[in-house]
């Protein structure tokens, strides 16, 4: 019920489809945003394997000390 305010997304951008919306728009509009979206999964992917390297150093300096 919550989840748009956990991760400031509407449900249909969650679950990873177009909205009904840009069914009606021009191949360019959905081009536009689908490029969009694009960079932001890339970015959210960069930040999370980041995130596991992290976590990843953090286990393997406390198994060594």
């Known amino acids: 019920r919550w989840m748009f ?3 400031g997304m ?6 990873g489809v177009l909205p009904p919306c840009l069914q009606y728009v021009s ?3 959905q ?6 979206q694009q960079k932001y999964l890339k970015k959210t992917l960069e930040e ?3 995130k596991i390297k992290e976590l990843q ?6 198994l060594s000390s």
Do not use: C, S, V, Y
Request: negative net charge; without cysteine; hydrophobic residues 35%.
């Open 48 to 50: 999370i394997e980041n």
């Open 5 to 7: 305010w956990q991760t």
């Open 10 to 15: 509407p449900g249909w951008m969650r679950a």
């Open 27 to 29: 191949n360019d509009q």
């Open 31 to 36: 081009i536009e945003f689908l490029k969009t």
């Open 57 to 62: 150093e953090l286990k393997e300096q406390k």
